[in-house]
């Protein structure tokens, strides 16, 4: 039989080989590599090992498919296996299992799995949010991808196109999921690594101490209103900063209102919305947020003209309602207010002058829904104090409309302004 040891056939003798051999001849290469005449008639390289004492068969290949110098480098692997005291086929076994496991845990499915075990912990509305900026930022560059597969370069430029929209808050939530949904799957032993922790690097650190930009006197709350009154928006983004401002309520809760929310024929108009969208879920009762005049007659008008039903603010490009980011663009950009006031601002320009014109702290605090640092604020915190509430929200509605037209700070009887 023509062949030798060490690897010194030929592929001249190969061809010849398998153009006369019979069924089950062999044609050694040397080291256990040999080429095999199956009893089908083909050829298959295949090398003969043994580990613990015991010969095993480590199928190469079928021949021409599998050239000569193709077959050595995997006897080369073999043997480096073998030093290793790996068998050769368990290993082949297990890492077919890995690429079928990569194949089906993408990104995209791994981040899905992540987001339904959020669910059960968040609002409705911040698990909304979340999934779509997903969809928006993420999926279309990571979404496909096996997530074992996934750089902390690649991670990097996600976030790094995201900022580029100057967009740091969005940035930086978005990085937070990703260190989730990697953490996850680190947990489920789908990635080794967290290839999101240094992507970090890429955000700008914040500047302040973590406080959002708020102006803090009515004259400029004024101008604001009158800014943002003469500017060219869209109507629904319009009417939603109009609410933010007369609300203090949080941009999320603004952008996802919905009509059934609002009690607007009630001898106390009120904004009632649903615990599940809060960004504090544990507690029993919804938060009830007392319209003042000024506001609920807006929205009366503005729900003649759009209907009640579905939200408040549906968005002009066919979506189910505007984005948060429509609103913080025209702080940012349309009023040239980045770094002074943002739609945030607003609840701390409210808590800050309602405290500073003589309201109790704890009925500011629970205005806004904040969670409360002193067992005598929870204690209240069951839907009552309401008609301090309706009083709180009737002087904000009161002062803001003054503002905007130019006018002085009206007291209120009874209020003794809090000394700085």
């Given at each position: ?176 999921h990703l260190n989730g949904v990697f953490r996850y799957a680190q ?234």
């Open positions: 039989m023509a062949g030798g040891i060490g690897g010194k056939l030929s592929d001249k003798a190969v061809k010849a080989f398998t153009a006369k051999a019979e069924r089950g001849k062999k044609l050694a290469d040397g080291g256990g590599l040999h080429l095999f005449i199956t009893p089908a008639g083909g050829a298959t390289w295949r090398i003969k090992y043994r580990i613990k004492g015991k010969e095993n068969i480590y199928s190469v290949g079928p021949y021409p498919l599998i050239s000569l110098a193709a077959a050595r480098v995997e006897l080369s692997k073999v043997k480096t296996l073998l030093l290793e005291s790996k068998d050769p086929v368990a290993d082949r076994r297990v890492n077919r299992a890995v690429t079928v496991a990569c194949a089906d845990n993408t990104f995209k499915s791994i981040a899905q799995e992540w987001l339904t075990m959020k669910q059960r912990e968040w609002s409705a509305g911040h698990h909304t949010k979340s999934a779509r900026a997903f969809e928006r930022d993420i999926y279309p560059a990571l979404g496909n991808l096996p997530i074992s597969s996934i750089t902390p370069a690649v991670v990097a430029k996600a976030i790094e196109d995201i900022n580029k929209r100057d967009v740091l808050e969005t940035a930086t939530r978005i990085l937070q947990a489920k032993g789908l990635c080794r690594d967290n290839p999101a922790l240094p992507a970090r690097e890429i955000l700008p650190r914040k500047k302040d101490s973590g406080r959002m930009p708020a102006l803090l006197e009515f004259s400029a709350l004024g101008n604001l209103l009158r800014r943002a009154e003469a500017a060219r928006l869209s109507p629904s983004v319009r009417m939603a900063h109009r609410l933010c401002a007369f609300t203090a309520a949080r941009i999320g809760n603004i952008v996802d209102a919905e009509w059934r929310e609002f009690h607007l024929q009630d001898e106390q108009p009120v904004w009632i919305i649903p615990r599940k969208k809060m960004k504090v879920t544990s507690r029993e009762a919804d938060h009830r947020i007392p319209l003042s005049p000024e506001i609920a007659g807006e929205l009366r008008q503005w729900r003649e003209l759009f209907g009640g039903r579905g939200f408040v603010f549906p968005s002009p490009t066919g979506g189910k309602h505007i984005g948060r980011e429509s609103i913080e663009k025209v702080y940012r950009v349309t009023l040239g207010l980045a770094g002074k006031h943002s739609p945030h601002g607003w609840r701390s320009a409210f808590s800050t002058l309602a405290r500073d014109h003589g309201f109790e702290r704890d009925v500011v605090e629970l205005s806004l829904d904040h969670i409360h640092d002193n067992q005598v604020a929870r204690a209240y915190d069951r839907g009552e104090r309401f008609v301090q509430r309706v009083e709180l929200f009737n002087w904000w509605g009161k002062q803001l409309a003054g503002a905007q037209r130019g006018g002085k700070i009206i007291p209120l009887p009874g209020k003794a302004p809090i000394a700085a």
